[in-house]
Each structure stands twice: as structure tokens, then as C-alpha cells.
């Protein structure tokens, strides 16, 4: 079955460091991949989303490339913030799925001043 | 404007007792999910509906779990006979009509712990 892999937790790091969250997944045909995060005491929210090989999604800073060739969809970002500091969640979208997101089992990343 | 809601934030209960867990979405959402977030199994699908009916339970752990939407909104997920791995925060997430790939927009979570 289909399945998302990310990178176990914590991650800490100094405030301006560089950051990547590897992500893998397995599935068939084209899913659709996405980032949520879950700020401390906040609901899951989405980061940014690729929709079709090599799409980059972006925002906040944050980066992603839909690599079909390695079955990725690594999260980065050049230089953080204590404000980055979250729970980070890799998730795809089967082909034929109408919303029945699958997760990755999460990512804590938490940055020092 | 108001986000997706829940209640009650938190609940302990009885193994063997019922619990009813409510989700209101935001308005205009025409589509709803169900998810839990516990230690052992990370974040997991539970149920989707489209308006009032539910094309995708595949996630329901077994028969002690249903839920219903009426009126094309709020949504009540009821557990039977709880158990201790029941235990769980339970996400409610709802997202705009249009493509599959709408932004879901989640709530706070209800936290359910068994006794």
C-alpha cells in the first residue's frame, strides 16, 4: 500500500541554520504531495503542496521538489527561526483519493536562538 | 473568519462507556474528514464525507466506530464500548468544494483518554 517516510525526530538547530526534513513515499501512480506543520498548541496547518513531478511548492521560506525519480519530497529552508520550531508532517494524496490524506509519522524540529 | 471547531477539547472516560465527539467545519466546506493522531500509529484516516455521505470509511478500526454528518455540516464521531487504545487525539479537518487537492483546514483535536 501506499506510505510516507520522513526523517525521525528531534531536530534541533540554531536560529539562521540551515534545515532539510528528508521525505520518501511509495505509491502508485502520481500522487499528490504535501507539508503540514503543527505550531506548539496549534492545529495542523498546510506549508505548501507539488501536484505532478517536479513541482516545486513554497512558502514561509520553505521548499519542496516532487521528485518522482527517487520518490521524494524533501522540506528545506535556508536560514530558520526560533518561530520554525513545530512538528513537521509529510502527507501524500493517492491518485485516485478524494482527501484520505496519508502521514508521515512527523518531524520535531526545534531551533535555538 | 471562524476556523474549524471541536468539542470537547478533552475527554476521559470508562472503558466500555460510549463517547460522542463533535466537528463543526467551516462554513461553505462541503467536504469533512476524520483523523487520530495517537503515539503508536502517528496520524491516521478515519473518514471522509462529501456533503452527507461517506464514500471513504476505510479507515474506521473496526464496527465500535461510526459517524454521521446531517445537514451537510456538523459531524459527530461515536466510539462504542471504548477501549484503552482507543486513546487518541481526534482531528477534524474540512475543506472548500472544488478539486480533491483543496486545502484541508484542520481543528484543534478533541483528546480522548480511556481509563
Known amino acids: 500500500g501506499d506510505s510516507v517516510t520522513q526523517m525521525e525526530g528531534p531536530v534541533t538547530l540554531s536560529e539562521e541554520a540551515f534545515l532539510t526534513i528528508n521525505c520518501t513515499y511509495t505509491?502508485?501512480?502520481?500522487?499528490?504531495l504535501f507539508w503540514y506543520v503543527q505550531y506548539p498548541g496549534e492545529g495542523l496547518q498546510l506549508l505548501l503542496k507539488?501536484?505532478?513531478?517536479?513541482d516545486k511548492g513554497s512558502n514561509k521560506g520553505f521548499e519542496a521538489t516532487y521528485r518522482k525519480e527517487t520518490t521524494s519530497f524533501h522540506l528545506e529552508k535556508g536560514s530558520v527561526q526560533v518561530s520554525d520550531s513545530a512538528v513537521y508532517f509529510c502527507?501524500?494524496?493517492?491518485?485516485?483519493?478524494?482527501?484520505?490524506?496519508?502521514f508521515g509519522a512527523g518531524t520535531q524540529v526545534v531551533v535555538t536562538p | 473568519g471562524a476556523g474549524v471547531s471541536q468539542s470537547p477539547s478533552n475527554k476521559v472516560t470508562e472503558k466500555g462507556k460510549d463517547v460522542e465527539l463533535r466537528c463543526d467545519p467551516i462554513?461553505?466546506?462541503?467536504?469533512l474528514y476524520w483523523y487520530r493522531q495517537s503515539l503508536g500509529q502517528g496520524l491516521e484516516f478515519l473518514i471522509y464525507?462529501?456533503?452527507?455521505?461517506?464514500?471513504?470509511k476505510s479507515g474506521l478500526p473496526s464496527d465500535r466506530f461510526s459517524a454521521e454528518r446531517t445537514g451537510g455540516s456538523v459531524s459527530t464521531l461515536t466510539i462504542q464500548r471504548t477501549q484503552q487504545e482507543d486513546s487518541a487525539v481526534y482531528l477534524c479537518?474540512?475543506?472548500?468544494?472544488?478539486?480533491?487537492?483543496?486545502?484541508?483546514?484542520f481543528g484543534p483535536g478533541t483528546r480522548l483518554t480511556v481509563l
Open positions: 464525507f462529501q456533503g452527507n455521505s461517506a464514500p471513504d
Open positions: 462554513s461553505g466546506h462541503t467536504a
Open positions: 502527507a501524500l494524496l493517492a491518485t485516485d483519493s478524494w482527501g484520505k490524506l496519508q
Open positions: 479537518a474540512s475543506s472548500p468544494p472544488g478539486t480533491r487537492l483543496n486545502e484541508q483546514f
Open positions: 505509491a502508485t501512480g502520481y500522487p499528490s
Open positions: 507539488a501536484t505532478k513531478a517536479d
